[in-house]
């Protein structure tokens, strides 16, 4: 695609409810990365794959994060029990060589809000 | 642990006047430098690196910055500011010494440029 694309723009739930946001990044990028971001804050790294393949989930905060990208391409951050505090931006960014965060490219993000 | 400070939230600058968005950096190792921007309801946009090679380097939309190792510092410069240079710049920072691929962020700085 001309760009990486998330989805939902927004999101809205309710606390301790199951929310799953999408990543769909450029064609034939190779690395895919999360980042989550707080208002007034820089993006701080969740993980990142090459191909399918989840190389670093050293920043995914608790157990009830989760992420894949089973065939390489689209990949879906799940957080389960979802509490108030996990309420932010999160952003995908997917960049052209293995491993490469050397050049991202971000995609515009989706806003979780958890009441 | 790899960091990365702005000091300043806010730079205002009049337009065509030479702007500068500082950014300091911490890492153990040799530093990747990065500067990014981000539009009002647009993903990050990359504008330039730093990884070897000569100290200054040059970006996207006449941008360029510094790397000064005995500052450790790495700020970003444009010789005459326009209008539309507005927008929220973020530095980030990756330690080539660590193996991770995961760029840290900083907290951002909002450029405004006034008319």
């Known amino acids: 695609g001309a760009g990486v694309s998330q989805s939902p723009r927004y999101k809205v739930t309710k606390r301790g409810q199951d929310v799953a946001l999408r990543c769909d990044p450029i064609s034939g990028h190779v690395s895919l990365y999360w980042y989550r971001q707080a208002l007034g804050q820089g993006p701080e790294f969740l993980t990142y794959f090459n191909y399918e393949a989840q190389q670093d989930k050293s920043g995914l905060p608790n157990d009830r994060f989760s992420a894949e990208r089973p065939e390489g391409s689209i990949s879906t951050l799940t957080i389960q029990r979802t509490e108030q505090r996990d309420s932010a931006m999160y952003r995908c960014?997917?960049?052209?060589?293995?491993?490469?965060?050397?050049?991202?490219?971000f995609g515009s993000g989706t806003q979780l809000s958890v009441l | 642990a790899q960091s990365v400070a702005q000091p300043e939230d806010q730079v205002n600058v009049a337009e065509g006047n030479p702007l500068t968005v500082k950014c300091t950096y911490s890492?153990?190792?040799?530093?990747?430098l990065f500067w990014y921007v981000q539009y009002p309801n647009r993903g990050l946009q990359f504008l330039l690196k730093y990884i070897t090679g000569d100290n200054l380097v040059k970006g996207s939309y006449g941008f360029e910055a510094e790397f000064n190792k005995s500052q450790t510092s790495f700020h970003l410069k444009k010789p005459s500011a326009l209008v539309s240079d507005s927008a929220l710049y973020f530095c980030?920072?990756?330690?080539?010494?660590?193996?991770?691929?995961?760029?840290?962020f900083g907290t951002g700085t909002r450029l405004t440029v006034i008319p």
């Open positions: 980030a920072v990756r330690d080539s010494n660590t193996g991770a691929n995961n760029l840290f």
């Open positions: 960014a997917s960049s052209l060589w293995y491993g490469g965060s050397e050049k991202l490219f």
């Open positions: 890492v153990s190792g040799n530093p990747y």
